[in-house]
């Protein structure tokens, strides 16, 4: 007979998990209230930000997450289908809850028309400590103001990891980095790059005052299509901040004012302007040729 504190309640039943311990696993068939409260934080950054969680699926995303050493506090598989041998080793080695839902409730928790995730991971919100996002001589900061499109946003996470940005900062009334069309579109780069929400430029100001690089100030590049400075114009070899404004209204007024240098991207045929994450993907791109060319030059 099993001693008292391994004997299932009501609706769990016994795996193995971390280190080949027995851990209880919570079965779900109906939409009671701990699947409502996951249904609503795919839609809901207030229940979301209350209960300090969001839901992340994909073998990457879950992959990274795990592999960056964020906190995982619940992972749920399909009740009914055999997990993968992906899903396995996770279910086997990540210390958290282990949930077991009804494939019907996993599809609507799911972002695929076509059948349940064979994982979704419950993933805790980091706090928004700008001191997450380190400041020294090869510091390349973003910024974006006030996007208004998810999507945007993690499209940006994906493009500062790829070229070598030291994190990211969203401020102001802005799109959620936590909303699960965020999340996609990072590719799993948010739980690679530090991403920190801010109420505005003061707060960025002062933290880039107090942990100023030891190698000089930080240039405060802005990006705007009136900038006269073309990008390959304008060294991004040193400590530089990038600012980007607002998909339609861009670079507010009071961060106009702070940049040292506007640039713009020189550009042919009918396009008038570039997306603003794919205009900030490109400035980064540039950063990061400036300085590897910098790096391999002789002494």
């Given at each position: ?60 995303p879950i992959s990274l997450a795990v592999e960056h050493g964020w906190p995982i506090r619940t992972l749920i598989h399909d009740a009914e289908r055999p997990p993968t041998a992906w899903a396995r080793r996770l279910l086997a080695e990540v210390p958290a809850e282990r949930v077991a839902m009804a ?197």
């Open positions: 007979m099993l001693p008292c504190s391994l004997c299932p309640r009501q609706g769990e039943f016994f795996e193995v998990g971390p280190g080949g311990s027995q851990v209880a696993v919570r079965r779900i068939t109906t939409r009671n209230a701990r699947f409502q409260q996951w249904q609503a934080q795919l839609t809901n950054r207030t229940k979301r930000q209350r209960a300090g969680e969001f839901l992340v699926q994909g073998v990457r494939p019907e409730l996993l599809t609507d928790l799911g972002e695929k028309e076509e059948g349940p995730p064979e994982l979704v991971a419950v993933a805790e919100l980091p706090p928004d400590e700008l001191s997450r996002i380190a400041v020294d001589d090869a510091f390349l900061g973003v910024v974006f103001d006030r996007p208004t499109s998810p999507g945007n946003v993690g499209s940006l996470i994906r493009s500062a990891d790829a070229f070598g940005a030291s994190g990211l900062v969203v401020t102001g009334h802005a799109a959620d980095v936590y909303d699960p069309k965020s999340v996609r579109a990072s590719t799993g780069s948010l739980f690679a790059l530090p991403v920190v929400r801010a109420p505005g430029q003061r707060e960025v100001l002062s933290w880039l005052a107090e942990a100023a690089p030891p190698g000089g100030p930080v240039t405060v590049v802005g990006t705007d299509e009136g900038g006269t400075v073309p990008i390959d114009a304008c060294d991004l070899t040193g400590p530089v901040l990038l600012l980007v404004g607002n998909e339609t209204r861009g670079l507010s007024a009071a961060w106009r004012e702070r940049c040292d240098v506007l640039v713009s991207i020189p550009m042919t045929g009918s396009a008038s302007s570039l997306n603003a994450a794919n205009a900030a993907s490109v400035v980064l791109y540039e950063a990061a040729r400036q300085r590897r060319a910098a790096a391999h030059a002789p002494a």
